[in-house]
């Protein structure tokens, strides 16, 4: 583990020196994650993309990439874009990332079961904003806004999410 890793703990995430509070999914933690167990899978992972809504804050990071009117996450794990980012019109089961609350305005992603994912082990693993402190996720991690709005730009390459 480096300061540069985002570590989860009992009561709090960690990074650069920092203790942030955090919730993860309602299901708790796992070894054995499947698609809607509600569980945060354990292991280390790394932060494979940054999104976020330029119509309600600024460009976190150079490398972070807009969410557009219409980009969905595929959480349909019987069609071949299982897990993957794509767009309206879309005929399978898929969540929008560009949601009414403020929940996806910023998103890391994770890599967990991407870029080829084994189907029913569980969509995608996000870091974004929760709806209040404690609150349970569907199995990704939250934290306030602004523990998440410091972060994100301090992500490197090299950074992983670790869950023990």
Request: charged fraction near 25%; proline fraction near 10%.
């Amino acid at each position: 583990m480096t300061p540069q890793d985002l570590v989860l703990t009992p009561t709090h995430l960690r990074f650069m020196g920092r203790r942030f509070a955090c919730t993860i999914g309602h299901g708790g933690l796992t070894a054995d994650k499947r698609e809607g167990d509600g569980a945060t899978p354990r292991g280390t992972h790394r932060i494979v993309g940054m999104l976020y809504r330029p119509d309600r804050i600024a460009r976190p990071a150079d490398w972070a990439v807009p969410i557009r009117p219409g980009d969905l996450w595929s959480d349909d794990p019987g069609d071949e874009d299982y897990n993957l980012m794509v767009r309206v019109p879309y005929p399978h089961s898929a969540e929008s990332l560009r949601r009414p609350d403020p929940l996806y305005d910023l998103i890391l992603i994770t890599d967990w079961n991407w870029p080829r994912a084994r189907r029913g082990h569980g969509s995608a693993i996000f870091i974004h904003q929760w709806r209040q402190p404690g609150a349970p996720t569907a199995g990704c991690i939250a934290l306030s806004r602004s523990a998440l709005r410091w972060i994100a730009p301090r992500i490197r390459h090299r950074t992983r999410l670790i869950i023990p």
